[in-house]
């Protein structure tokens, strides 16, 4: 795993009347650093996903990031149990129908709703997409499960940016993505020093590894 100043990556913009304390939300002072991640895309960013809608506070950043951008939104259907045969999702975890993507809504941000539990539901349906931020469950199962069907929809020279890498209280975002980084991404991740914020970056040349399988190496990291 690679790791980089935050100098270099961070893109200012404006970030609005983003509040600076809030429990649950992206820490102001990763925005930046979210943002540059994100253009460190290969391709243009056509297309983007977000996996873990909660209030809706992460597609406001991202539609000023990327004014353009198709923005697409997944989170769990409230109210209803896990899978079987997978454990029940944290309480902490859940939104209810009305604060699901509330503040988005309020702000007038144009994106897609896709409601489901990423351990059981194939997304391949949603098409391919040139970025995807993984932000939802934050225990081992759904990391592994978010950053599959990541690596499954990501079109060749897209990103996948992660949030809470380095969380002292979400340690399993850090622990299952150093596994998949040496076992399958060739050590591309970058982590931006001084953030939760890591990233990788697929190559061009060469598809990314898809689905459980998670086959291949097509690493271009953050150089």
Not at 4 to 9: A, D, F, G, S, Y
Not at 73 to 82: A, E, F, I, Q, R
Request: charged share 20%; net charge negative.
């Amino acid at each position: 795993m690679k790791t980089t100043n935050r100098e270099q990556v961070e893109v200012p913009y404006d970030t609005g009347d983003y509040p600076r304390q809030r429990a649950g939300q992206i820490p102001a002072e990763d925005l930046f650093a979210l943002h540059g991640a994100l253009r460190s895309a290969a391709r243009p960013i056509r297309r983007l996903l977000e996996i873990g809608t909660c209030e809706g506070l992460g597609l406001c950043q991202i539609r000023r990031m990327l004014p353009e951008v198709e923005l697409h939104t997944m989170d769990l259907p409230p109210h209803l149990p896990s899978p079987p045969g997978l454990p029940e999702v944290q309480s902490s975890e859940r939104m209810d129908a009305a604060r699901l993507g509330h503040r988005a809504r309020a702000a007038g941000v144009v994106y897609t709703q896709h409601l489901g539990d990423s351990r059981s539901l194939n997304l391949r349906a949603l098409g391919r997409f040139d970025a995807v931020f993984v932000d939802g469950g934050h225990w081992e199962s759904c990391v592994q499960a978010d950053t599959s069907n990541a690596l499954a929809l990501l079109e060749p020279g897209g990103v996948i940016v992660w949030h809470d890498f380095g969380n002292p209280a979400v340690p399993d975002v850090e622990a299952v993505l150093r596994v998949v980084d040496a076992r399958i991404l060739g050590g591309g991740v970058c982590h931006i020093e001084g953030t939760t914020v890591a990233f990788w970056v697929s190559a061009l040349t060469a598809a990314c590894p898809v689905g459980s399988a998670l086959r291949g190496k097509s690493s271009q990291g953050c150089g």
